[in-house]
T-cell receptor, first 110, second 116 residues
Framework: DAKTTQPPSMDCAEGRAANLPCNHSTISGNEYVYWYRQIHSQGPQYIIHGLKNNETNEMASLIITEDRKSSTLILPHATLRDTAVYYCIVKGAGSYQLTFGKGTKLSVIP | NAGVTQTPKFQVLKTGQSMTLQCAQDMNHEYMSWYRQDPGMGLRLIHYSVGAGITDQGEVPNGYNVSRSTTEDFPLRLLSAAPSQTSVYFC???????????????FGPGTRLTVL
């Protein structure tokens, strides 16, 4: 599975959009981009995933660049409850194993 | 649904002791797995199972055993605890729809283990 690079930390003002970047320059054609988050040492929580088209659900939007070498997770209106570590994971369709890096610690500030 | 449950929440062991961490899910998920998370690090896969009677090793299997006799339960056994196994352990489950599908994984609340 391709390696990902994320900034170690980010701040976002409450009510503003949080844009979390992820670099996955070695991604291959059949690998998906997944995002999970972990709130204060709880178990990780699935957010969204995509292959090459942009995706949106009730939690977030995922923007994948045309060359698929990077992506951005967007939380449209961040709240204090969105403070968490966000993990970007690249994984092939044939595997159920998630490889977690250190993620990005997002702090939402009042 | 209770989702994924783990017991105990906290455990302290002495070096050399054995114990079993329990994991259960009530969602009829075929896939279950165990991860460990060390301070400041991401999760690392220990063992996983794609159905009853089928288990396989992940990234860090040494010192741990698993078995899957039912769909619901996936216990993790520490044979002889060592201080290096001090960690937070998470169990996860998901539906298994074949190699070309993906289903979100649901994680339990974790077991915090300290080995002295």
């Amino acid at each position: 599975d391709a390696k990902t690079t994320q900034p170690p930390s980010m701040d976002c003002a409450e009510g503003r959009a949080a844009n979390l970047p992820c670099n996955h320059s070695t991604i291959s054609g059949n690998e998906y981009v997944y995002w999970y988050r972990q709130i204060h040492s709880q178990g990780p929580q699935y957010i969204i995933h995509g292959l090459k088209n942009n995706e949106t659900n009730e939690m977030a939007s995922l923007i994948i660049t045309e060359d698929r070498k990077s992506s951005t997770l967007i939380l449209p209106h961040a709240t204090l409850r969105d403070t968490a570590v966000y993990y970007c994971i690249v994984k092939g369709a044939g595997s159920y194993q998630l490889t977690f890096g250190k993620g990005t610690k997002l702090s939402v500030i009042p | 649904n209770a989702g994924v449950t783990q017991t105990p929440k906290f455990q302290v062991l002495k070096t050399g002791q054995s114990m079993t961490l329990q994991c259960a899910q009530d969602m009829n998920h075929e896939y279950m797995s165990w991860y460990r998370q060390d301070p400041g690090m991401g999760l690392r896969l220990i063992h996983y199972s794609v159905g009853a009677g089928i288990t396989d090793q992940g990234e860090v299997p040494n010192g741990y055993n698993v078995s899957r006799s039912t769909t619901e339960d996936f216990p993790l056994r520490l044979l002889s605890a060592a201080p290096s196994q001090t960690s937070v352990y998470f169990c996860a489950s998901s539906k298994y729809s074949g190699v070309r599908s993906y289903n979100e994984q649901f994680f339990g609340p974790g077991t915090r283990l300290t080995v002295l």
